[in-house]
T-cell receptor, first 114, second 114 residues
Framework: SAVISQKPSRDICQRGTSLTIQCQVDSQVTMMFWYRQQPGQSLTLIATANQGSEATYESGFVIDKFPISRPNLTFSTLTVSNMSPEDSSIYLC???????????FGQGTRLTVV | QKEVEQDPGPLSVPEGAIVSLNCTYSNSAFQYFMWYRQYSRKGPELLMYTYSSGNKEDGRFTAQVDKSSKYISLFIRDSQPSDSATYLCAFNNAGGTSYGKLTFGQGTILTVHP
């Protein structure tokens, strides 16, 4: 399976600031996704990152808060904007070629907002 | 009703025990069934993947799917301390607006003690 390099691995940020998380895949993938995970909890999908078009957001997540870029088939970024302590979480990116293939994940970004 | 329910809750077993993890789901459109393992501070990694009812074995791991009862299980034989991790069931529609997206269970934290 492909490998995703995600960075930063962790960060502590001041409230009101923004953080951009980057994911680089070592091969081209059709689909990329961004998830949020509270420690010890399940994964919640934030959005699907579409190459060449706007990202598709899940209910409860909006583009102004979580702008996403997908400039090519190997790279995507998620920005967490105007952060508050409630945004403290683990953010994960995932890549996938199709529904009958494995979804693989980056190592996650552990974000703490103070 | 939640789309996916995963049990048991945190599980602690002695080394060598057989472990049974279970998920029930309500969405009849789910066609692909997966189990992911997530070590602390890492991204999830795929353990088992299947799309048909029945059993699938891979070493000490067996995935079982019963589509008629909307129930999947993961069995771990001869459990080892290295199996200590969070186990997540995951589901995928074959198409439509949910194409490529995974729906995860809440996760089971497994601890295997020597």
């Amino acid at each position: 399976s492909a490998v995703i390099s995600q960075k930063p691995s962790r960060d502590i940020c001041q409230r009101g600031t923004s953080l951009t998380i980057q994911c680089q895949v070592d091969s081209q993938v059709t689909m990329m996704f961004w998830y949020r995970q509270q420690p010890g909890q399940s994964l919640t999908l934030i959005a699907t990152a579409n190459q060449g078009s706007e990202a598709t957001y899940e209910s409860g997540f909006v583009i102004d808060k979580f702008p996403i870029s997908r400039p090519n088939l190997t790279f995507s970024t998620l920005t967490v904007s105007n952060m508050s302590p409630e945004d403290s979480s683990i953010y994960l990116c995932s890549g996938r070629q199709g529904v009958d293939t494995e979804a693989f994940f980056g190592q996650g970004t552990r974000l703490t907002v103070v | 009703q939640k789309e996916v329910e995963q049990d048991p809750g945190p599980l602690s077993v002695p080394e060598g025990a057989i472990v049974s993890l279970n998920c029930t789901y309500s969405n009849s459109a789910f066609q692909y069934f997966m189990w992911y393992r997530q070590y602390s501070r890492k991204g999830p990694e795929l353990l088992m993947y299947t799309y048909s009812s029945g059993n699938k074995e891979d070493g000490r791991f067996t995935a079982q799917v019963d589509k008629s009862s909307k129930y999947i299980s993961l069995f771990i034989r001869d459990s080892q301390p290295s199996d200590s991790a969070t186990y997540l069931c995951a589901f995928n529609n074959a198409g439509g607006t949910s194409y490529g997206k995974l729906t995860f269970g809440q996760g089971t934290i497994l601890t295997v003690h020597p």
